[in-house]
């Protein structure tokens, strides 16, 4: 369980911002950062390691996916990690970055229907964070790959 201060922390950068912003502008925000997450995984200067760290975003937010449709109430809550979600190990940089788009569109249209279905207050829980809002976790899947993505040199 999180302590105190640090559910005051997510609460003031991952809550708090999440309901200002809106589930519609959580939305465009998560797609609008795709450009930029492929174009620094494309100039990887390590691509072993970049495939590695996207492996990872692609995970967690496959993962998320899974938190989002349960506050949509299309699957059941289930306790699990991210590690089964991850792309096969074997999947070269550039097939990576094509499982990448394809999971962040599947982000953006789960972040379309917490808009239109009003659900962006559901919370869902996180394994680490404890309880997150289904806009919360719009927010932290953008920023999850954001911060990831800087862990990787470019050319």
């Known amino acids: ?3 105190p201060f640090f559910r005051l922390l997510v609460a003031a ?8 912003a809106g ?3 959580l939305a465009e925000r998560l797609e609008a950062s795709l450009k930029p997450l492929t174009a620094r995984y494309a100039a990887a200067a390590d691509e072993a390691k970049a ?25 059941a809550y289930e306790r699990d990690e991210h590690h ?21 569109a599947k982000t953006v249209g ?5 808009a239109a279905e009003g659900r962006a207050g559901v919370a869902v829980e996180h394994n680490g964070i ?8 719009l927010r932290y899947l953008r920023q ?6 800087w862990r990787v040199r470019t050319r």
Request: aromatic share 6%; net charge positive; charged share 30%.
């Open 84 to 104: 089964a979600y991850k792309p096969a190990a074997d999947l070269p940089l550039g097939a990576l970055i094509d499982e990448l788009r394809a999971t962040r």
């Open 51 to 75: 495939a590695e760290v996207l492996r990872h975003v692609i995970g967690i937010e496959r993962w998320g996916q899974r938190r989002l449709r349960v506050a949509l109430g299309d699957v």
């Open 13 to 20: 950068f991952v809550e708090r911002p999440a309901r200002r």
């Open 23 to 25: 589930p519609e502008r």
């Open 1 to 3: 369980m999180p302590s």
């Open 110 to 114: 789960l972040a379309r229907r917490v």
């Open 144 to 149: 999850h790959g954001d911060l990831e993505s």
């Open 130 to 137: 404890g309880m997150l809002t289904a806009g919360a976790w």
